[in-house]
């Protein structure tokens, strides 16, 4: 009952976020000064959404980091220094690694016909923002992000957005 209730709780605070107070972040152009050394340790494109929508004020100020190997690599959005994925700090994730399954059964068509898969917000002991993740050339792409409103077809655009827009 407590966890309902928690989570109904959770629902309807983040329904009621004004989503015009949202931070609207240009994902490449927050992450272009990186983008170099990135690709110079990975082998794998680069695929970023063009912008989202993220749950924090339009001024948060937004930490980047980023860990890349020749097989994939994470670039992270946080809204303190070193926040290590801690949800208090999370903003967003983008993140690629080759030769990975997308480990749950395909629920949404990306562009090109690129099959994904999308995991609403879900809460248990902590929550896990909402989630899209396809495979593209051997390649499974994740986007995370305390996105503002967080639907189904929000997550869609981004990775279609990423898709599209093609190699960074």
């Not at 068509?109 to 248990?124: D, E, K």
Request: with cysteine; proline share 6%; aromatic share 6%.
């Amino acid at each position: 009952m407590r966890r309902a209730l928690a989570l109904a709780l959770l629902a309807g605070l983040l329904a009621a976020a004004p989503a015009d107070a949202a931070k609207t972040v240009d994902v490449p152009a927050t992450f272009r000064s990186l983008l170099p050394k990135v690709r110079a340790k990975t082998t794998v494109a680069i695929l970023l959404p063009s912008s989202m929508k993220l749950d924090f004020d339009r001024g948060q100020r937004l930490y980047r980091a980023t860990d890349a190997h020749r097989t994939g690599y994470e670039l992270e959005l946080s809204a303190a220094p070193r926040c290590g994925g801690a949800n208090v700090c999370f903003a967003a994730s983008y993140s690629a690694a080759r030769g990975r399954r997308l480990g749950f059964r395909p629920n949404v068509t990306l562009a090109r016909g690129v099959a994904g898969h999308f995991q609403p917000l879900s809460c248990g002991a902590s929550c896990a923002p909402p989630s899209i993740a396809w495979i593209l050339g051997g390649v499974r792409y994740e986007i995370q992000a305390k996105a503002l409103p967080g639907r189904r077809a929000d997550m869609v655009a981004a990775a279609n957005s990423a898709i599209r827009a093609g190699r960074r």
